[in-house]
């Protein structure tokens, strides 16, 4: 199989360190992700390209620029340009977007799904990207889209569903594979962040490989322990992290993470203490 995995650049996040740890205590997460003035971390929002043979297909698209200033300096996002096209462009696309065959989403939260949008433009609507794209999200997810928690209702961008659904382009998902996708692609589901967070394992000649998203978002979250202030549940995300990364370590896998600011992918490994760990790839 000739598929090669790309980390993509996104715009980059400075959030609330407390938020992103739980209640894991400032004294351990501040040594992983050293926090500013104002408590906030460093955080990517990076995507994963594959290109399958002539195909790209890219998972997830970040954060993007879409918010107007203002919010984008509530939401630490750092770059006021849109970071993803030119990580695309200085991959060698030269259209960045319109390259993209098929843009696969784990949840439609907007630090995963805002670099779908055009830039902010001050009194012109968002447009939506990736013109030659077919969107794939899973069932769940795009009805907590559709009809959010007020819990969760500010992670969504109200308009996307609606340009989404406009295109003609976009598969919902509920089932473990995908006719789009094909052979060597399988979806695993998991609800302790999101209901219905869609993460796709890939096959690769080097072992498998899980786009994790917000399940495992950063190496330090490979404890199993530590979990976000933004999941749901906290006790079911420690039981599917554990599922999943024991899955992975039998299999010789690795994960990718999309929030982590230094390392987009790891081999999954396990220490003489049972604890998991981000091995070298």
């Not at 790309?6 to 050293?34: C, F, H, K, T």
């Not at 530590?226 to 999943?244: H, L, N, P, V, W």
């Amino acid at each position: 199989m000739s598929r090669r995995i790309v980390p993509i650049e996104g715009n980059r996040q400075r959030l609330d360190g407390g938020s992103m740890y739980g209640n894991a205590p400032r004294a351990l997460w501040a040594r992983w992700s050293p926090p500013d003035e104002l408590g906030r971390i460093d955080l990517a929002c990076r995507a994963m390209l594959v290109e399958d043979g002539d195909r790209k297909i890219l998972f997830e698209s970040g954060i993007g620029v879409f918010m107007e200033p203002k919010l984008r300096d509530r939401f630490g996002v750092v770059e006021p340009h849109h970071v993803l096209l030119d990580s695309l462009r200085a991959h060698g696309l030269a259209n960045a977007d319109a390259e993209i065959d098929v843009v696969v989403l784990s949840h439609l939260h907007f630090d995963h799904a805002g670099g779908l949008l055009s830039a902010y433009e001050e009194g012109t609507p968002p447009r939506l990207l990736f013109p030659n794209a077919t969107f794939l999200v899973g069932k769940r997810a795009y009805d907590r889209a559709r009809n959010p928690h007020l819990r969760d209702r500010a992670s969504f961008i109200p308009q996307l569903p609606d340009l989404l659904e406009a295109s003609g382009r976009l598969e919902v998902i509920d089932a473990d594979t995908s006719d789009t996708l094909g052979g060597g692609y399988r979806f695993h589901w998991s609800d302790g962040h999101t209901p219905g967070l869609l993460l796709t394992e890939v096959a690769t000649d080097e072992g498998p490989v899980l786009f994790a998203g917000d399940l495992v978002p950063g190496v330090p979250w490979m404890h199993l322990a530590i979990t976000m202030g933004y999941d749901r549940f906290a006790e079911r995300i420690i039981d599917e992290k554990t599922q999943i990364l024991t899955s992975l370590l039998e299999r010789s896998g690795r994960i990718f993470f999309t929030h982590d600011p230094d390392t987009a992918m790891a081999r999954v490994a396990r220490d003489e203490r049972g604890r998991f760990f981000a091995g070298p790839v």
